[in-house]
T-cell receptor, first 116, second 115 residues
Framework: EAQVTQNPRYLITVTGKKLTVTCSQNMNHEYMSWYRQDPGLGLRQIYY???????DKGDVPEGYKVSRKEKRNFPLILESPSPNQTSLYFC???????????????FGEGSRLTVL | AQKITQTQPGMFVQEKEAVTLDCTYD???????LFWYKQPSSGEMIFLIYQGSYDEQNATEGRYSLNFQKARKSANLVISASQLGDSAMYFC????????????FGAGTRLTVKP
């Protein structure tokens, strides 16, 4: 089954304790992205990757890191989480947008993170 | 400036009636794509419909249609014959430029379908 898998789905942690949210897709998509969702703000892009070893900042990258060592995986790293990073996080992937592909994003199920 | 604006934080509709969810966008690109996603209470993001900037016809997918008014920069979602299962959060999103996968989302509209 074609899917984007995120782990963990739920996590409660404390300020400053490093954590990683994993993301894996099995659709051979070149493009992957992380978003955070907060009430009244919709989804905001954190980081994205056009391909292996190619990553770039989105709109709200502060406090986050990413890596893309393999095409299928795109982990999100919070080196020193703070309470303002409490949010619902989504990983998404797609083929390159072009004449044939619309660039539709396929989303993981979301990871709800609480930082105390 | 906001790229995608959804002005209706919440909407109510009676079951079996049609409802329109508003979305306006801002871009100077000639090539762009507009998307609508549904987020039920379970949290997943479900793709509903896509409209390309060069598409002359309004997109339709089953009970969903996209009322695309290019000059007004609006891309409203129309849901016909609402069902209780349509109660969810709806997000409008835009991808700008050719070969660009980055997508910007609006703040969303929470739709409640009343029996």
């Amino acid at each position: 089954e074609a899917q984007v898998t995120q782990n963990p789905r739920y996590l409660i942690t404390v300020t400053g304790k490093k954590l990683t949210v994993t993301c894996s897709q099995n659709m051979n998509h070149e493009y992957m992205s992380w978003y955070r969702q907060d009430p009244g703000l919709g989804l905001r892009q954190i980081y994205y990757s056009m391909n292996v070893e190619v990553t770039d900042k989105g709109d709200v990258p502060e406090g986050y890191k990413v890596s893309r060592k393999e095409k299928r995986n795109f982990p999100l790293i919070l080196e020193s989480p703070s309470p303002n990073q409490t949010s619902l996080y989504f990983c998404a992937s797609s083929f390159y947008q072009g004449l044939v592909n619309t660039g539709e994003l396929f989303f993981g199920e979301g990871s709800r993170l609480t930082v105390l | 400036a906001q790229k995608i604006t959804q002005t209706q934080p919440g909407m109510f509709v009676q079951e079996k009636e049609a409802v329109t969810l508003d979305c306006t966008y801002d871009t100077s690109d000639q090539s762009y794509g507009l998307f609508w996603y549904k987020q039920p209470s379970s949290g997943e993001m479900i793709f509903l419909i896509y409209q390309g900037s060069y598409d002359e016809q309004n997109a339709t997918e089953g009970r969903y249609s996209l009322n695309f008014q290019k000059a007004r920069k609006s891309a409203n979602l129309v849901i016909s014959a609402s069902q209780l299962g349509d109660s969810a959060m709806y997000f409008c999103a835009m991808r700008e430029g050719y070969g660009n996968n980055d997508m910007r989302f609006g703040a969303g509209t929470r739709l409640t379908v009343k029996p």
